[in-house]
């Protein structure tokens, strides 16, 4: 633990805020209600909250905070530009150690796509394609008025017929928010899985056809998995593994996670707050807790075609604790020479992390 610092209060307190703003933007049980207001009898507490609600970019926060609270003239003024925010600075989990922060906007060089409202006149089908390149977020409308929040580096595409809807997504991340239809079963289909939901919530991660993770924020997700075709006919005999010999459905309900390696299946419960850890990044920012650092760089790089290469293999396993907005590459290197004693320099088109001498 040589690696992770107590915070500082003000540092603490701006955690706990983060983690206040989190469990507002998924919405409030009664007992967290009368929590938050115990929490916010510390005026320090209150200020540090709004302050950072002045960075957060979902609406529901200001309107159930306002709803909550009303508002002294003194915090009035706080609250005039939260709707004018270009993109959320914060938001964090409970993380024991060092916090890596400093907030500058998430901006897209690329405009987004203008939603699409309905189908054609007429037209029986509806086909699109959608992605984003490497650092890259936006956020679609699909013709049932479902929405798609498509991360770094996403293919997906989709297809809606008068009696289904289907969505394929060959690599990244999205955050699906399905419309209500019960006629049509909303499917995202990612390998050799296909996810099924009827209005819900949930979040689709694909490193690679065999590493896929699903998180479900609201209702239930069915996933049906299928013997790939490759295993199939790697197994001239018939005899490939039991995993693949037969369909499975499993059901998730949500608060869940499911993390599909090759061979495996894990099912994890979430916490509100680990739950926040994984939709982090619809605001732009990325959480790490005890993180090694080898993990940490193999995340940022999904965002950036910036490329890290260790000094020494010693710093692979060298822990970061954290929230890191996407894109801040320098607030990240003066935190990792600051806390962690890890300088960042340019050679030759890398970033070369190497250890700095300790006082």
């Known amino acids: 633990m040589g690696n992770v610092f107590p915070l500082r209060r003000g540092d603490r307190d701006k955690e706990q805020a983060g983690q206040w703003l989190a469990r507002i933007d998924r919405g409030l049980t009664v007992a967290e209600q009368a929590a938050l207001k115990q929490w916010l009898s510390d005026p320090q507490h209150r200020e540090t909250l709004f302050r950072l609600a002045e960075h957060w970019d979902s609406m529901s926060v200001v309107a159930e905070l306002a709803e909550l609270?009303?508002?002294?003239?003194?915090?009035?003024?706080?609250?005039?530009?939260?709707?004018?925010?270009?993109?959320?600075?914060?938001?964090?989990?409970?993380?024991?150690?060092?916090t890596l922060y400093k907030y500058s906007p998430l901006h897209s060089t690329h405009p987004v796509q203008p939603p699409i409202t309905a189908v054609a006149p007429g037209a029986s089908t509806f086909t699109a394609h959608y992605s984003t390149l490497i650092g890259e977020r936006r956020t679609i409308e699909l013709p049932d008025h479902s929405r798609v929040q498509l991360n770094t580096h996403t293919e997906l595409t989709v297809t809606f017929s008068q009696s289904a809807r289907s969505l394929t997504m060959s690599s990244g991340e999205a955050m699906f928010?399905?419309?209500?239809?019960?006629?049509?079963?909303?499917?995202?289909?990612?390998?050799?899985?296909?996810?099924?939901?009827?209005?819900?919530?949930?979040?689709?991660?694909?490193?690679?056809?065999?590493q896929v993770a699903l998180t479900v924020t609201e209702g239930r997700v069915r996933m049906h998995r299928d013997a790939p075709v490759d295993a199939r006919n790697s197994f001239k005999d018939g005899s490939a593994p039991t995993i693949f010999e037969e369909a499975a459905d499993l059901e998730v309900a949500e608060n869940k996670s499911v993390a599909i390696a090759e061979h495996s299946e894990q099912i994890n419960v979430l916490t509100p707050d680990q739950l926040a850890e994984a939709t982090s990044w619809q605001h732009g920012v990325i959480v790490f807790k005890a993180t090694p650092l080898e993990q940490v760089l193999n995340e940022l790089a999904r965002y950036s075609t910036k490329r890290f290469v260790m000094a020494t293999p010693e710093l692979a396993s060298i822990p970061v604790s954290?929230?890191?907005?996407?894109?801040?590459?320098?607030?990240?290197?003066?935190?990792?020479?600051?806390?962690?004693?890890?300088?960042?320099t340019k050679e030759n088109g890398y970033l070369l992390l190497s250890s700095t001498p300790r006082n």
Not at 75 to 97: C, D, F, H, K, L
Not at 322 to 339: K, M, R, T, W
């Open 69 to 98: 609270f009303p508002l002294r003239e003194s915090e009035r003024s706080i609250w005039t530009g939260v709707g004018r925010a270009a993109a959320a600075a914060t938001v964090v989990a409970a993380i024991a150690g060092l």
């Open 177 to 210: 928010d399905v419309a209500k239809d019960p006629r049509r079963v909303f499917t995202v289909r990612v390998g050799g899985y296909e996810f099924k939901a009827v209005g819900t919530a949930f979040n689709i991660r694909a490193d690679s056809p065999t």
């Open 322 to 344: 954290g929230y890191f907005q996407v894109g801040d590459f320098e607030s990240l290197s003066a935190a990792l020479q600051e806390n962690v004693g890890i300088k960042v």
